[in-house]
């Protein structure tokens, strides 16, 4: 470890020593009082699509909500150390919950809420919650094999749902927040003890993977650990104004949980929760965030729409002042990156084309006062990153895993490069395995896996360093590169080692493009399946004249729409080496969403799944 490394990170643990979460958030509440802390959409008419208004709760009232939550916890008998599963979405009484939990010294567990009712059994079973948070009749569905199975679960307390008359474990959530309160009026002092009693080093969460293959494991997460990541990415990120930001993914994400759940609480902030992704645009617009994290595939989406309207001016003049601009943007944000300079002739360029144009363009899509933009969870395409860069944005690359508390690398204002994932995090270590492994150390590392000591020893070996399973390259700055995951990388039958990620996101910079899979392991060749983007594809379709109303199986057959995947097939060709190219390859009749069998809730692929699911299309394209 350099002298650097270790100083830094003397530095952070310094500023953390002692604290827990519920000391941090003690810390903020003081600061912030009645500012608004969580905002969400419940209560406001969305029948219609994306509609204003707010609910909203400040800082104070979220920690006396929290400590009438952790009141109720030790009146239904739950210890510290006890496990509490909430299933909910993105509002206020799952944050609300999870801070309850926290001050009771529980472990709070967020469970992604499209897992499958024998997914939901197979984790309550391992990890044995004494209490759970419903908020849907959805998700009782989704627990009733685990709530007629389990042993360990005494109360379900549930948000929205009516509660069946015939279980006395159930509890409405207005009724367990008014126990709480009356427990606390006679019992402040214990649980104040019991706040108190919490170390640094104990428990604060347990995330269950997603699992692209396999059973998920439960990822044991410390306060420390949380609380060292926190101060360490806003020491990259270096915010100048109060964060406002729009939560819109899973808690049970790790990088949703430490931006919209865990760094609020260190830092103060007002977060904005959306229950539906599908209402993220209307958000933005409304909310005009000062800080934006996105998964890949969001920032395609919106890269697709505006590139779209972009694609449908037909004035010749109009249409060269915004390549122009957008051109002088790039070049803009690349004269940013470490090693470069900005030439007062090219600022000059820039702030006439961000006046006159790409300001306006960033408001449009509600980021205009953006001032860091983020993207992890899988790579980011290089021409995605590009468009933006175009517009004036430079989307900071980031890199971690639940396992590492998520970020280790990361862009930032002082350390960017375009296609790569940044640097080290202060006080973090980063290195490359012989083969390549991407290896991290350092205090955000997890304790491992909850009751699984075979699967820990293999992912943290006995110096420390973490395993994480991707195939990296780091250059002579200290920038890292992802390339693919580990067990992802293909090799065909001719030995060629093929990374592909890589390709994927080359055919999917096509519009039309929704996901790709690419495959060749063990054959002579890359083939590849695709499937149309729900939203690009009718429009794509109505401007070559397909009429209106045509589905999207009838779309993926249109000899139109096949030309246009040809023509994206062949524009990743072009870019790629001959043992790389997609020598065959079909479009599917249907669509992969979240909810989908082949997409985990953070929309990465499940590659076993489609390579089970659609073998005999993959055998067909060998015929």
Known sequence: ????????????????????????????????????????????????????????????????????????????????????????????????????????????????????????????????????????????????????????????????????????????????????????????????????????????????????????????????????????????????????????????????????????????????????????????????????????????????????????????????????ALAIGLEHVEALQSGSSVSPELEARFRAADEGLLAFLRALLGLDRCEWAASAAAPMPLEVARFFAGLGMRIYDVYGMTETCAAVTSCGPDQFRLGTVGRALPGIEITLAEDGEILARGPVASKGYYKQPEATAALIDADGWVHTGDIGEIDADGFLKVVDRKKEMIITSSGKNIAPSNIENYLKESPIVGHALVFGEGRPYVVAVLTLDAEIAPLVGAQLGIPAGTSLAELAQHPAILAVAQQAVDAANDRLSRPEQVKAWELLPVEWTAESEELTPTLKLKRRVVHAKYADVLERLYS
């Open 1 to 324: 470890m350099s002298t650097d490394t270790l100083t830094i990170r003397a530095e952070i643990e310094q500023e953390i020593a002692g604290l827990t979460l519920p000391a941090a958030l003690a810390r903020t509440v003081e600061a912030e009082g009645d500012r608004a802390a969580y905002s969400d959409k419940v209560g406001i008419d969305l029948s219609a699509g994306y509609a204003p208004g707010w609910r909203t709760v400040g800082w104070t009232g979220l920690r006396e909500q929290a400590l009438d939550v952790a009141g109720a916890l030790m009146a239904a008998g739950v210890a510290a150390g006890d496990r509490v599963a909430l299933m909910a979405s993105n509002r206020i009484e799952h944050v609300v919950a999870d801070v309850g939990v926290v001050h009771a010294a529980g472990v709070s567990m967020s469970v992604y809420n499209t897992l499958s009712p024998d997914q939901v059994a197979y984790v309550a079973g391992h990890a044995e919650p004494t209490l759970v948070v419903l908020e849907s009749a959805d998700h009782l569905a989704r627990w009733e094999r685990a709530l007629a199975e389990s042993t360990s679960i005494r109360t379900v307390v549930v948000i929205d749902a009516a509660p069946p008359e015939d279980d006395g474990r159930f509890v409405t959530w207005d009724a367990f927040l008014a126990s709480g309160a009356a427990w606390r009026a006679d019992h402040a002092t214990e649980l104040a003890e019991r706040t108190a009693g919490i170390s640094p080093d104990d428990p604060l969460t347990i995330l269950y993977t997603s699992g692209t293959t396999g059973n998920p494991k439960g990822v044991v997460l410390t306060h420390h650990a949380v609380l060292y990541e926190c101060v360490c990415s806003l020491r990259v990120a270096s915010p100048t104004q109060r964060n406002e930001f729009i939560s819109y993914l899973p808690f049970a994400h790790i990088a949703e949980r430490t931006l919209g759940m865990y760094i609020p609480q260190v830092m103060g902030a007002h977060i904005h929760l959306i229950a539906d992704p599908a209402l993220l645009l209307g958000a933005l617009g409304e909310v005009h965030p000062t800080r934006f994290f996105g998964v890949p595939r969001v920032w395609e989406k919106i890269r697709t729409g505006i590139s779209a309207k972009l694609a449908a001016e037909t004035d010749p003049e109009k249409k060269a002042q915004v390549e122009a």
